[in-house]
Nanobody, 124 residues
Framework: QVQLVESGGGLVQAGASLRLSCAASGRTNSAYGMGWFRQATGKERDFVAAISWNGKRTLYADSVKGRFTVSRDNARNIISLQMNSLKYEDTAVYYC?????????????????WGQGTQVTVSS
């Protein structure tokens, strides 16, 4: 089992930056692929970014490419999402997820563990 706790959300103006963190605990000695998803009110949970177990490969949704950067610190069991040039449409609850098969993937069904989410609100 892996427990994931997100932090760093908040209310910002359009154009600002935020950095989300996801702290992993529990069975963290295994290699997990990690992902970030987001869910706006009334919409489905969408893929944002993913990072391979060793941090060498990343994958981004087209809507955030060039603005968001995913990274990980395996020594501290922390996964981060740096979000720059935020837009109103980035408003959502952001979730961290872990894939036990360590596959770099954008598909929700591939992820085994999920955090509770952190709210990001961008005012226009």
């Amino acid at each position: 089992q892996v427990q994931l706790v997100e932090s760093g959300g908040g209310l910002v103006q359009a154009g600002a930056s935020l950095r989300l963190s996801c702290a992993a605990s529990g069975r963290t000695n295994s290699a997990y692929g990690m992902g970030w998803f987001r869910q706006a009110t009334g919409k489905e949970r969408d893929f944002v970014a993913a990072i391979s177990w060793n941090g060498k490969r990343t994958l981004y949704a087209d809507s955030v490419k060039g603005r968001f950067t995913v990274s990980r610190d395996n020594a501290r069991n922390i996964i981060s999402l740096q979000m720059n040039s935020l837009k109103y449409e980035d408003t959502a609850v952001y979730y961290c997820a872990a894939d036990a098969d360590a596959v770099l993937t954008q598909f929700r069904e591939d992820y085994n563990y999920w955090g509770q989410g952190t709210q990001v609100t961008v005012s226009s």
